[in-house]
């Protein structure tokens, strides 16, 4: 159907204008019958002239919907003013008033309308707003939805605007705080990294950077002379002008150790960070147990890691040999730096042969070259024909029943007890004449006993 007012097009059966509210009939014809002048609503109802002031109440058709009131025209509202006689309310409404070209303005217009002493109410509306007009009888009109028309303004929301508006304001402030800090601006200023910077460099940038340095050097496998740490560390923060320890890698060295003790040498590598210490010994007059060299040679640099020998002295002492064969009784001394000698000991106690130990014995400090006397069991009986073989050797002479005899070979010789050991010698017997020694042309075989002492001394020989 299109609304004689605004020329829109609505739905057949609407009742009121979808776009400006107007009211809308049937209509058995395009043509609207326009009122003539001067003719109230009443008369063109009823068909009677309008001589009495009519007492009317009237109804603002309009939208009501707050939220299309913007493209609302309060001035142009009023040419859809429609007057009603209460009395012709039950009649169906066929015609309707055309009152374009009237001017609404005007006094006599108003004239027209309403009786001389009428006061057109205040309007009631408001930017963004609808309004409804007073009811009839004192019933609230309904408020019926349906025949509004839609809003085509965006609806505004102030709060939301005032909310956004402060975000923004948020994150500038938060963003202004954050570049300053960035910048040292408060807060003290950050460390800058200088580790892996050589000692120079890292002395000036953080010079340049405000900060007081100082430079500690710290024993390490890196590289000498490069920055390993600082304090504070790179990124903290610090106040302008406060001072940085820059930890600056030195090269481990072997430290002097010679003369001292096996401890103190231990103690001072372990101090240059060498973890692979080893010690030998060697026999020397210097004081047992103080250092004699070390390798590598001091002031040598060296690796954490790298094998530390430390010589250390150690005293000429007698080995101990007892029970060992004689030659590695022999070996052993000659290995300590010592002289040896051999020395038999008459005693049941030790089979034959076996060394008992040494003079001085085992362990006894002595002086380099010294010799040692290996000390050899030896049975009684055996030490004391040792003795007779010795005394009886070719070459040796022999006295017996007073002649004198040159011993030419021992051919037996035994011991028979009690001290006594018998013998078997062939001899020469000689006399000296005026100095000379004259020798018998035949020589003789000779037989006879030795006596000992206690002592193992000779007592006689016969």
């Known amino acids: 159907m299109l609304c004689p007012n605004c020329e829109s097009e609505n739905r057949e059966e609407a009742k009121f204008c979808d776009q400006c509210g107007f009211p809308l009939s049937r209509q058995d014809s395009d043509e609207v019958t326009e009122a003539p002048e001067n003719v109230s609503a009443k008369s063109v109802l009823d068909d009677e002239p309008d001589d009495e002031s009519i007492e009317t109440d009237y109804e603002l058709y309009q939208p009501v919907d707050s939220e299309n009131t913007d493209s609302f025209d309060p001035a142009a509202s009023i040419d859809r003013l429609v007057f009603v006689d209460e009395s012709a309310m039950d009649v169906e409404l066929t015609h309707t008033l055309d009152l374009s070209g009237i001017d609404t303005q005007s006094e006599e217009y108003a004239e027209r309308l309403v009786n001389a002493d009428y006061v057109a109410p205040e309007p009631t509306y408001r930017d963004g707003e609808t309004i409804q007009m007073k009811p009839v009888d004192g019933d609230e009109a309904s408020k019926s939805k349906e025949y509004l028309a839609s809003s085509t303004k965006e609806k505004k929301h102030p709060g939301r605007i005032v909310a956004l508006v402060v975000a923004l304001i948020a994150i500038a402030c938060a963003l202004a705080a954050f570049a300053t800090y960035e910048a040292g601006m408060w807060g003290g200023k950050p460390v800058p990294n200088v580790v892996g910077m050589t000692e120079a460099d890292a002395i000036s940038v953080l010079e340049d950077s405000g900060f007081s340095v100082r430079a ?247």
């Open 216 to 462: 500690d050097q710290v024993k390490s496998d890196d590289t000498t002379g490069i920055v390993l740490l600082t304090d504070p560390s790179a990124g903290q923060r610090a106040e302008e002008g406060s001072e940085v320890v820059i930890n600056v890698a030195a090269a481990r060295t072997i430290p002097e150790v010679v003369g001292k003790t096996q401890s103190e040498a231990q103690e001072l590598l372990e101090a240059e960070g060498f973890t692979n210490v080893k010690t030998k010994k060697k026999r020397s007059e210097q004081k047992e147990g103080s250092v004699l060299s070390v390798s590598p040679k001091p002031g040598s640099e060296a690796l954490s890691s790298a094998e530390v020998t430390l010589t250390v002295a150690e005293a000429y002492t007698v080995p101990d040999v007892a029970n060992k064969s004689f030659d590695d009784a022999v070996k052993a001394l000659k290995d300590a730096g010592l002289g040896y000698d051999v020395l038999y000991i008459d005693t049941e106690s030790y089979p034959e042969g076996t060394i008992i130990g040494t003079e001085p014995a085992a362990g006894t400090v002595v002086k380099k070259g010294d010799y040692i006397m290996i000390q050899i069991a030896q049975d009684h009986g055996s030490m004391l024909e040792e003795i007779a073989s010795e005394t009886l050797a070719p070459g040796m002479t022999l006295e017996r029943g007073g002649s004198n005899y040159t011993v030419e070979s021992l051919d037996s010789v035994a011991y028979i007890g009690n001290n006594t050991v018998s013998y078997t010698v062939t001899a020469r017997e000689y006399v000296s004449v005026f100095g000379s020694t004259v020798s018998n042309p035949s020589s003789e075989s000779i037989s006879g006993t030795i006596v000992f002492d206690e002592d193992n001394q000779i007592t006689a020989i016969s």
